[in-house]
């Protein structure tokens, strides 16, 4: 029996459990999926989809101790904490992971904001990484962590940097029928995008299927600017498209977190998920992901 030690049992890995439950899975019955569980409510729902929850918070270091040893693949999808430059959150569950036999396998969920600004060119994973605001660098310190500790324990890390993630029910529903602006397309960024379903799969392939210490970025092929993703947005939703503004008009009409994504494009390739671990997309495209299910 295969156990998996979920960190950070939210949209993601319920998707994922939900994938290996299903009978087509390769695995369907021979996994033992455990969930970090902070919340007594979730219980009930962990149950009922065969996930053995533990209690315990990331937060609290001395509630961490019944992870060491528990698991042969870990897959860490918790985010960092939100304050400071570095993942604090990571440490502790390294040092309660250190505790007991290591697992075999560590799938990490970061992002593509590690890159930083790339002034909209083409992005492999061979690039260095330059962050350029706090969230993005304290995910590149958790991936520092887990590339060290990977080393030193023997275990087969796979990094995975995701973009927007996208599903219905987790789009910017509320920017677009507010009528926020989007940016004109003269000056307009560079945004890359992977469906729900489709990263929790990669995830799982990647604990099997990827070479130790593998940096991935788990992107698809849609290749928008973000104005044009609002587009489709306003489209799924049937509601008007965002007006086209230029940068000083949208910059000012919209909230400080959303400036700093307005402040980096890139276009990441997706060659080494597709040619290493020959992962083939569900949902290639967002419009594929928005009007073609």
């Known amino acids: 029996m295969l156990r998996v030690l979920i960190i950070g049992c939210g949209d993601i890995a319920l998707r994922l459990v939900r994938q ?6 390769s695995r369907h019955g021979g996994v033992q999926f455990y969930a970090l569980n902070r919340s007594p409510s979730r219980i009930p729902l962990l149950r009922e989809m065969g ?10 270091r001395r509630s961490l101790v019944r992870l060491a040893g528990i698991a042969d693949v870990v897959m860490h999808f918790a985010p960092p904490q939100s304050d400071a430059l570095v993942d604090r ?13 290591a697992p075999a396998r560590m799938v990490y969920i970061s992002t593509t904001g590690v890159y930083g600004d790339c002034a909209g060119a083409w992005v492999e994973e061979t690039r260095p990484a330059r962050p350029g605001n706090a969230r993005a660098r304290r995910r590149w310190d958790a991936e520092r962590q887990l590339r060290g500790w990977a080393i030193r324990a023997g275990v087969r890390l796979s990094i995975l940097r995701a973009p927007g993630i996208y ?34 799969r990669l995830a799982w392939r990647a604990a099997f299927r990827a ?40 910059m000012s009409a919209v909230t400080p977190a959303m400036r700093t994504f307005l402040n980096e494009s890139r276009r990441l390739s997706n060659r080494r998920i597709r040619e290493e671990l020959g992962f083939r997309f569900c949902y290639p495209d967002v419009h594929v992901g928005l009007f073609g299910d």
């Open 51 to 60: 996930i053995r929850p533990i209690e315990g918070d990331l937060d609290d």
């Open 167 to 200: 599903a219905r029910g987790r789009l910017p529903e509320a920017r677009v029928r507010q009528g926020l602006p989007a940016l004109l397309p003269a000056v307009d960024i560079h945004t890359n995008h992977i469906h729900a379903e489709d990263l929790a």
């Open 211 to 250: 070479r130790p210490q593998r940096l991935y970025n788990a992107v698809d092929d849609s290749g928008l600017r973000m104005g044009d993703w609002f587009d489709c947005v306003a489209d799924h939703l049937g509601v008007p498209r965002p007006p086209r503004l230029p940068y000083e008009a949208v």
């Open 89 to 101: 959150r990571t440490r502790r569950l390294l040092a309660a992971l250190a505790m007991g036999a």
């Open 20 to 25: 290996q439950r299903e009978p087509s899975s």
